[in-house]
Each structure stands twice: as C-alpha cells, then as structure tokens.
C-alpha cells in the first residue's frame, strides 16, 4: 500500500473538498420537496437568507448579538477580576487554600446551568443575572489560573523575597502577578466559549434579549428559518470571538 | 527531656488531626451549612436561600410520597442513554478519521466549528422537531457528550508518538495491525479521559435538555420549582443534583485516576 | 585539630570574636522522619565554615534554620545574640537554583533587594551596576537571565546577595550545577568578595576539595538524623592558592573522605 500518494495532497485538493460538501449539503437542503409542515418545520436556505437579510436591516441581529456580546465581555471581566483575586489569597494563604477549595471544588462540579433558576428567583430574567452567572462560569478559570500560577512558583524565588524582607503587597507585584500571567492568558483563552455557552444558556432559559433569546422566541413561533439565522448568527461571533481571544493570547508571548 | 518530648509529639498529632484536609473541609462544610441556617431567615429573607431545615423536609418529602424518583431515574437514565449514543458514533468517527489524513484536513474543521455552537441553542430546534420530553434531553446529551469522546481519543490517536509508528514499520505491521496493535494502546489513557469527561457532561447535556425541552428529569424538577419562586424545591433539587455530581465525579476519579477538575477541561 | 563545638561555650565563643550564628541543642523533624539531632555549634565572626556530609543529612535544612526561614522543634538559634525568630534580612542565601525572576533583566534583578526596602531607582540602580561590575557582568546589565550561561546567572544570583552588603552569607551547594572550570572561578570569585566584605559564611557542600580551598573551619555531619560528628580546623599556608589543589592538605582531604564513605555504607546507601 503506498504511503507516499495520501501525503501529496495539496491545500487545494481540501478546500475544494470542503466546498463540495457544503455546496452538496446547502442544494440538498434548498431543493428537498417539503410539505408544508415540514417547511415550518426544516426551513431551507432560501428562506433563512431572507430572513437574516431582514433582521440585519431592520437591525435586530445586531441588537441581539450586541446583548449576548455585552454579557460575554461584562462576565469575563468581572468573574476574571474576582478570580484573580481570590486565587491570589488561595495562592498565597495555605489556610485560605484549605477553607475555600472544598466549596469552590464542589460548585465547580456541579452543573451551573442548574443555578439559573435561583439566579432568576433572585435577579429576575435582565441582563444583571445573565453577567452574574456568566462571571460565575468564567470565575473558576481565572480562580484555577491564578491559584496554579501562585503555588507553581519555586520555594526559592519566595525564599529570596523573604529574606529580602518583602512586604506582602511587593510579593504579589513583584513575583505573584508576573509569574502567574502565563496562566492568566491561557486561561482567557480558555473561558471564552465557556463565557459564550454561559450568557447564551441564561438567554435560552428565561430573558428578554440576546441571540439565545431570538433563537428560543423564533422556534416558539415556527419561525424556523429565524431560528436558524440567529444560530448562524451565534457561531459567527462566538467563532470571531474564540479567534481574536486566540490571537490575543499568541500575541502576548511570554517566556520564562 | 523525654516528657517534653512526648508532650511535643501528642501536642503534634493533635495539630495534625485538626489541620488534615478532610478535617478542614467537613468543619467548612458545616460552617457554611450553619451559617445558611442562621442567617436565612432573621438576615436574608428565606424566599431566597430557604433554610436547611426546610430543605431536608422538602428532600425527605419528596422521598417519602415517591415523586422524586421518576425524576431522578429520569435523569440518570437520559446521561445513560446520552453517553451511550455519543460513545457509540464518538469512538468509531475518531478512528476513521485519524487514519486518513486527508478526510482528517476536509472534516475536522466542519467537527470543530460545531463545537464552537453553545449546545444549549440546539434546543429549541429539538423541540420543534422531537417535541417536549426527554428525547430532545438525550439528544442533547449525546450532542454534548460526543464532543469530548471524539476529541480526545481523536487527538489521542493523531498524537501517537512517532517512536511507535516508527516501530510498526520498522516491523512491517500492516494498517490493521498498526492500528490495533501500536496506535490503540498508546491512545487508549486519551480514550478513558474522553470516557470520562465525556460521562461528566452527558450529565450536564441532560440537565441542560431537561431544563429547556422537557417534563421530567431533575432539571425540570429544579426549573419548575423555580418557575413557581419556590426556592425551597430549587435548594432540595440543587442539592440532590449536587449529590449526584460529586458522586460521579468521584466515582469517575477513583475508575480513571485522574485528579480533581482544575479548569482545564472542553466546554459543553 | 580543635576541640568539639560541645564543650566550647556558645555565649562567649572563643576569644575576642562575639560569635555570629550559635546553635544550642537544636534539632528538626519533619513528620516523622528526624533531620536534625542535637546540633550544638559556634559560627564567629569572620569565619569560613564548610557544612559536608553525606546526601540527606539535615545540611539544608540547618542552612533554613540559619536563615529564620524555619524554626527548631527543640533547641534555639542565635544570631548576633539575639534569638532567631523570624526570617534573617542580615543574612544572604545563595542557594543551588538561581532564584532569579525570569521576567527581569540583570540590573532589575540584582537591584531587587534594594527596590524591596525602598530605595529609589537612581541609587539602587548606580549600587547594582557597582556590584554587577565587580562580578565581572558590566555588559550583560540588559539581558535576561535565560540569556545567560549557568556560571553567569550564578554570578548574577551572587550580586543580588552582596548589593545589600550581609553580614553573613549562606551558601547551599551553589556551584553544584557548574562545570568544573567555571566552578572554580566561581569560587575564587567568592573567596575575594567574603574577603573584601568580611562576611561570615556557611557554605553547604559535597566538594571536599571545595570545602577545604575556601573555609578554615569544616563540620562534618553524619547521615540522618544529621549530628555533628566532628569539627576540623584547616589549616592555611600563608600563601594560599585557591587554585592549587592538595597543598599539603591531603590528609585532611582523605580523612574527610573516608568519613562521607563510613557515614553512606553504614546506612546502606551504597
């Protein structure tokens, strides 16, 4: 069996592969014969372009996506910040380690989209509880980051800002925060489709605004090529936002 | 100096008892649940955090007079169901498509940019097509789940050490034999953690499905009671959820060895 | 030979010289695992003393103690007189990693301690390209430390202990990980700065011959539970060579030798 012919394939061969099946995927779903059920039901590309067509004039694509965007960005610096913060005393403080682990360890494996009945039994369905619980989901990942990057650094270097006589608040300028912005950046990278699902899942269940929200409000109407434009919609700015994050976090190189 | 000695030692294992880890977390455990108990109530008004007491009631309640049990069948049968469809396309698509490099290049990206869609959306799509009940729940969890299974063991199996592979040829082993014999065992730890993890949010993807598509399931359970602001049912059925997670967290870590979740895991 | 640390008195020391570091019935377990066992020894002012013994005897942990980085379980520690209860600021450590922060250049890094205690950029900046100077490193201020070689990043984790001007320095195997030549470069580099500052030094080493070219006193520990078994003067012609080896001091060299050997057989390391 030769090996040698799988590994010429070029760029081209796959992009035009790539093209294919979607162009096959997106004709079978155009020229398909529905009944009328299943029209409302399926929808076709046609139709969907239609509709996003209109809610990008009319605006309401982007008055939804500005919501959930809103959410995203207002839950990641928030939940970030705080978890930074209580990372760094976990990090520093072996008895504040051995307090808080336990709990944050257990909400950590608990499911949080079962929280966000309480959070609408106390902050109803606006956008306050949509951020809370997003920086809720995001906080574990800075917490972790900050946590992971204070205990990783060596004995040593603590030793020699002990003897140098350091204050705690030159300790964490000088050592803590550098060491741990490593973390820090990966952790950005990695709480952002997190950030996403969170904000979208408190849209699905219960509010007024948001791509989640147009998603639900469309189906419960049968407005399936809506429901589809705003899907669309979601995957494009929740893959802008993976890709830009992403960037960010190549960008920012940082060597030890 | 030997009394001083012995006074050292038992003063030493008593500071090591109270210290011990176990011991730390029970005592905060208990803390927070005293804490809860007192404050709610006089401080916090109990509409929003109910008490322990009543919370227990309301658990041993629903055990009592039987209505906890369809639902937390419910939703231990859905994961179940979830995780064994998601397993059942998860593994053998993993294996296709990392033996072959080209349908490698033309799919993962399709696989990838799937991912990157809040499952969650999904739902409203399932109701419309599958209608209110658990099967868009499992559907969901399978959805959710499949994700993790293939990508570990895919990026197990596309990760396999050259020194391997090399062996395999410098053997003359066929495809077949490479692949079952060389690239399986040395994918297989990849394999457990996508096992795992995959479980984990089959659970997730089930609470999820029954929190927006269905009648039945703990999630449902928690999302009714909070629809009539009855924030003692939502305690009760976060707590019995919470039960449910750490048990199968747990469970899992003992089964696979792996250590406590810190951050770094696929999202749902 | 001098006479056992034991029976010399901690509180006067010998002669004129106020000792600097005292230990008095000091020992250290972790657990249960002993490290130290009744360490009775008088460090004084100025002296050169080397710490040897076999691996895992308790050498870093009495360097910690030393430091105020940790406490006895019984015993005490003195420095200067006073009991040792907290971390010892007059005190350099020099240990075996270099403790440098890797985001740092040279000069920020060895400006350090100084930028710690408050002294302002321009003065603590000037006194660290002074020691930078002095340990050879003038044109390397703007590098990174993974810029560097590992004899150079010593030198520079060497500047950092020295710009505050210790009294005493603490050394933990520090050329260890240096390639022969570099290390005894190193060493004379070392020998020159304890000069020029009349540091008193506790140096922890495996390397004989490195314990007696620079201290004149070695106290030889045994395998754990660390204890001292023996403390040795050395003696020194008056023109010693750092870097001629056996000069004359080849009995002193074999006795300690056979003592690291004794001390690994008799608990079945080897």
């Given at each position: 069996m030769s090996r040698s012919g799988s590994e010429r394939v070029t760029r081209l061969q796959v992009l035009v592969t790539q093209a294919a099946i979607v162009a096959a995927l997106i004709s079978g779903w155009e020229l398909a014969p529905n009944s009328m059920l299943e029209e409302l039901l399926w929808s076709r590309p046609s139709a969907i372009f239609a509709q996003t067509y209109l809610w990008l004039a009319d605006g309401t694509l982007i008055r939804h996506a500005y919501a959930t965007l809103l959410t995203v960005a207002a839950g990641m610096l928030i939940g970030g910040l705080i978890g930074i913060a209580v990372g760094l005393h976990a990090g520093a403080s072996r008895t504040v380690a051995r307090l808080i682990i336990g709990p944050i360890e257990a909400l950590f494996a608990?499911?949080?989209?079962?929280?966000v009945p309480l959070f609408i039994l106390w902050m109803g369905i606006g956008a306050f509880q949509h951020i809370v619980f997003t920086a809720l989901v995001v906080f574990f990942f800075f917490f972790f980051a900050m946590y992971n990057g204070v205990r990783g650094v060596p004995a040593a270097l603590n030793d020699t800002l002990t003897l140098a006589g350091a204050s705690t608040a030159q300790r964490i300028v000088i050592l803590y925060l550098p060491a741990s912005f490593g973390w820090i950046v990966i952790a950005t990278r990695l709480a952002m489709p997190y950030a996403f699902v969170a904000a979208v899942s408190t849209e699905v269940i219960a509010?007024?605004?948001g791509l989640g929200h147009l998603v639900k409000g469309s189906a419960a109407v049968m407005n399936s090529a809506g429901m589809f434009s705003a899907m669309l919609a979601l995957l494009c700015v929740s893959l802008t936002a993976s890709v830009i994050a992403n960037l960010a976090a190549a960008k920012s190189r940082w060597t030890l | 100096m030997s009394s001083a000695a012995t006074k050292a030692t038992s003063g030493q294992t008593m500071r090591a008892i109270a210290s011990s880890p176990f011991a730390q977390q029970s005592l905060a455990v208990l803390a927070i649940v005293a804490i809860w108990q007192i404050v709610s109530?006089?401080?916090?008004?109990?509409?929003y955090l109910s008490t322990p007491s009543a919370v227990l009631a309301q658990i041993a309640g629903w055990i009592a007079d039987g209505s906890l049990w369809p639902h937390l069948i419910g939703t231990l049968l859905t994961t179940t169901l979830g995780f064994g469809l998601a397993a059942a396309v998860g593994i053998p698509l993993a294996l296709i498509i990392s033996a072959s490099p080209f349908v490698d290049r033309v799919v993962s990206p399709f696989i990838y940019a799937a991912y990157?869609?809040?499952?969650?959306?999904l739902a409203p799509a399932l109701i419309l097509w599958?209608?209110?009940?658990?099967l868009p729940a499992i559907t969901l969890s399978a959805v959710t789940a499949f994700f993790l299974i293939f990508f570990n063991f895919y990026l197990g199996l596309k990760n396999v050490p050259r020194i391997y592979t090399d062996t395999a040829a410098l053997m003359g082993a066929s495809r077949l034999d490479t692949a079952l014999k060389f690239r399986l065992p040395a994918a297989s730890a990849y394999l457990a953690t996508g096992i795992s993890q995959g479980l984990i949010y089959a659970f997730h993807g089930t609470l999820v499905g029954e929190m927006t598509?269905?009648?039945?399931g703990m999630g449902y359970l928690i999302l009714f009671a909070g629809s009539k602001m009855d924030s003692t049912g939502v305690m009760a059925g976060l707590c019995v959820v919470g039960v449910l997670a750490v048990l199968l967290t747990r469970l899992l870590a003992r089964l696979f060895r792996t250590r406590a979740p810190s951050g770094e895991q696929l999202h749902g | 030979m001098a006479e056992p640390a034991q029976n010399r008195d901690p509180e006067t020391g010998t002669g004129a010289n106020r000792p600097m570091l005292t230990f008095n019935g000091v020992s250290r377990r972790f657990g249960d695992l002993?490290?130290?066992?009744d360490i009775n020894l008088t460090i004084d002012r100025g002296n050169f003393v080397a710490l040897v013994g076999p691996?895992?005897?308790g050498k870093t942990t009495l360097l910690n103690l030393a430091a105020g980085l940790a406490q006895p379980d019984t015993g005490t520690v003195h420095y200067d007189g006073t009991p040792?209860?907290?971390?010892?600021?007059?005190a350099g450590y020099l240990t075996q990693?270099?403790?440098?922060?890797?985001?740092?250049d040279v000069l920020t890094n060895v400006a350090l301690p100084l930028e710690i205690k408050g002294i302002d950029k321009a003065t603590r900046f000037a006194r660290a390209r002074e020691i930078i100077r002095k340990v050879g490193?003038?044109?390397?201020?703007?590098?990174?430390?993974?810029?560097?070689s590992g004899g150079m990043r010593k030198r520079v984790s060497l500047a950092r202990t020295l710009i505050y001007k210790p009294e005493t320095l603490l050394l933990d195997?520090?050329?260890?990980?240096?390639?022969a030549q570099t290390r005894v470069l190193m060493q004379k580099q070392l020998l020159d700065l304890c000069r020029e500052f009349k540091l008193t030094v506790l140096l922890v080493t495996h390397d004989i011959g490195e314990a007696i070219a620079l201290s004149n006193r070695i106290v030889l520990l045994s395998a754990?539970?660390?204890?001292?078994t023996e403390v040795l003067d050395v003696p020194h012609s008056p023109?010693?060579?750092?870097?001629?080896?056996?000069q004359g001091n080849e009995r002193l060299y074999s006795h300690i030798w056979e003592h690291l050997v004794t001390q690994a057989t008799d608990t079945g390391s080897i």
């Amino acid at each position: 069996m030769s090996r040698s012919g799988s590994e010429r394939v070029t760029r081209l061969q796959v992009l035009v592969t790539q093209a294919a099946i979607v162009a096959a995927l997106i004709s079978g779903w155009e020229l398909a014969p529905n009944s009328m059920l299943e029209e409302l039901l399926w929808s076709r590309p046609s139709a969907i372009f239609a509709q996003t067509y209109l809610w990008l004039a009319d605006g309401t694509l982007i008055r939804h996506a500005y919501a959930t965007l809103l959410t995203v960005a207002a839950g990641m610096l928030i939940g970030g910040l705080i978890g930074i913060a209580v990372g760094l005393h976990a990090g520093a403080s072996r008895t504040v380690a051995r307090l808080i682990i336990g709990p944050i360890e257990a909400l950590f494996a608990l499911p949080k989209i079962t929280l966000v009945p309480l959070f609408i039994l106390w902050m109803g369905i606006g956008a306050f509880q949509h951020i809370v619980f997003t920086a809720l989901v995001v906080f574990f990942f800075f917490f972790f980051a900050m946590y992971n990057g204070v205990r990783g650094v060596p004995a040593a270097l603590n030793d020699t800002l002990t003897l140098a006589g350091a204050s705690t608040a030159q300790r964490i300028v000088i050592l803590y925060l550098p060491a741990s912005f490593g973390w820090i950046v990966i952790a950005t990278r990695l709480a952002m489709p997190y950030a996403f699902v969170a904000a979208v899942s408190t849209e699905v269940i219960a509010s007024t605004s948001g791509l989640g929200h147009l998603v639900k409000g469309s189906a419960a109407v049968m407005n399936s090529a809506g429901m589809f434009s705003a899907m669309l919609a979601l995957l494009c700015v929740s893959l802008t936002a993976s890709v830009i994050a992403n960037l960010a976090a190549a960008k920012s190189r940082w060597t030890l | 100096m030997s009394s001083a000695a012995t006074k050292a030692t038992s003063g030493q294992t008593m500071r090591a008892i109270a210290s011990s880890p176990f011991a730390q977390q029970s005592l905060a455990v208990l803390a927070i649940v005293a804490i809860w108990q007192i404050v709610s109530g006089p401080i916090i008004n109990s509409y929003y955090l109910s008490t322990p007491s009543a919370v227990l009631a309301q658990i041993a309640g629903w055990i009592a007079d039987g209505s906890l049990w369809p639902h937390l069948i419910g939703t231990l049968l859905t994961t179940t169901l979830g995780f064994g469809l998601a397993a059942a396309v998860g593994i053998p698509l993993a294996l296709i498509i990392s033996a072959s490099p080209f349908v490698d290049r033309v799919v993962s990206p399709f696989i990838y940019a799937a991912y990157s869609m809040p499952k969650i959306v999904l739902a409203p799509a399932l109701i419309l097509w599958l209608g209110i009940g658990q099967l868009p729940a499992i559907t969901l969890s399978a959805v959710t789940a499949f994700f993790l299974i293939f990508f570990n063991f895919y990026l197990g199996l596309k990760n396999v050490p050259r020194i391997y592979t090399d062996t395999a040829a410098l053997m003359g082993a066929s495809r077949l034999d490479t692949a079952l014999k060389f690239r399986l065992p040395a994918a297989s730890a990849y394999l457990a953690t996508g096992i795992s993890q995959g479980l984990i949010y089959a659970f997730h993807g089930t609470l999820v499905g029954e929190m927006t598509s269905s009648n039945t399931g703990m999630g449902y359970l928690i999302l009714f009671a909070g629809s009539k602001m009855d924030s003692t049912g939502v305690m009760a059925g976060l707590c019995v959820v919470g039960v449910l997670a750490v048990l199968l967290t747990r469970l899992l870590a003992r089964l696979f060895r792996t250590r406590a979740p810190s951050g770094e895991q696929l999202h749902g | 030979m001098a006479e056992p640390a034991q029976n010399r008195d901690p509180e006067t020391g010998t002669g004129a010289n106020r000792p600097m570091l005292t230990f008095n019935g000091v020992s250290r377990r972790f657990g249960d695992l002993p490290a130290l066992e009744d360490i009775n020894l008088t460090i004084d002012r100025g002296n050169f003393v080397a710490l040897v013994g076999p691996s895992g005897c308790g050498k870093t942990t009495l360097l910690n103690l030393a430091a105020g980085l940790a406490q006895p379980d019984t015993g005490t520690v003195h420095y200067d007189g006073t009991p040792l209860l907290k971390p010892n600021t007059s005190a350099g450590y020099l240990t075996q990693d270099d403790a440098l922060l890797p985001w740092r250049d040279v000069l920020t890094n060895v400006a350090l301690p100084l930028e710690i205690k408050g002294i302002d950029k321009a003065t603590r900046f000037a006194r660290a390209r002074e020691i930078i100077r002095k340990v050879g490193l003038a044109s390397f201020e703007r590098h990174r430390p993974s810029e560097l070689s590992g004899g150079m990043r010593k030198r520079v984790s060497l500047a950092r202990t020295l710009i505050y001007k210790p009294e005493t320095l603490l050394l933990d195997e520090p050329f260890g990980a240096l390639d022969a030549q570099t290390r005894v470069l190193m060493q004379k580099q070392l020998l020159d700065l304890c000069r020029e500052f009349k540091l008193t030094v506790l140096l922890v080493t495996h390397d004989i011959g490195e314990a007696i070219a620079l201290s004149n006193r070695i106290v030889l520990l045994s395998a754990r539970p660390g204890r001292i078994t023996e403390v040795l003067d050395v003696p020194h012609s008056p023109d010693h060579d750092i870097f001629r080896r056996g000069q004359g001091n080849e009995r002193l060299y074999s006795h300690i030798w056979e003592h690291l050997v004794t001390q690994a057989t008799d608990t079945g390391s080897i």
